[in-house]
């Protein structure tokens, strides 16, 4: 009985933390400050919202119309393709919260993950029925599925601006300053994987042609 009241009660909390994403994307000042600093929001939640972004993202492949999206399933790689949202999702979570822990930020990396991915809410909530509206509106109709993609965007990009400065407790000048300069973190970590993994490439080849050339002498 005990034990059925603790997974009711966990339940209970997941699907209000998942709730509260709704709140987050409509009052984004009040709702990511509640977020961490009134723990009303879960990794579990956050993650969930990740995964339907995910989703979304297939889903849009095989059923958006070809008027609006034209698909080379010869070129698709599935892995690379969430990876183009994973990605850069770990290289901004982890470039944000290294800068601003060096320049008095309050979040920690679970709450820059976190409010990060619940700043993804509008994407899943517009772009799936947008792929129903893809088929059928007309072409002359088509400015408006443009605008509202757009649109969308637009709106994760504010709430994750506005989610970085309510958990990290800046002002909005100071918020927009290392929003840049976590951008060109992002670029600095891919620089420096880029070179480590050429090096690494590089110091294989070295080894392989070494062991062929000794194998080929005896």
Known sequence: MLAS????????RYFAS??????????????FWDLTHEKRGSLAAANTILFLTLLVRIL????????????????????????SVVFPL??????????????????????????????LTPYPLLQLPMIFLSNVIT??????????GSFSMLWVGVLIVAAMMEIHEYKMGKTVLFTIA???????MVFILLLFFSMISQ???YFISLYREIIFRL
């Open 60 to 83: 849009k492949l095989p059923y958006t119309s070809f008027m609006f999206m034209m698909v080379y399933w010869e070129g698709i790689n599935i892995f690379l393709y969430l990876a």
């Open 139 to 148: 072409a002359e109709e088509a400015e408006f599925y443009v605008v509202l």
């Open 5 to 12: 009241l603790k997974k009711k009660e966990t339940y209970s």
């Open 203 to 205: 110091g294989v080849s």
């Open 90 to 119: 770990a290289l901004w979570c982890v470039g944000n919260w290294g800068l601003t822990t060096l320049f008095d930020g309050k979040g920690t990396l679970k709450q820059v993950y976190m409010a990060t991915c619940y700043g």
């Open 182 to 188: 976590t951008v060109f973190a992002m670029l600095v």
């Open 18 to 31: 998942l709730k509260f994403s709704l709140y987050c994307i409509t009052h984004p000042l009040d709702g």
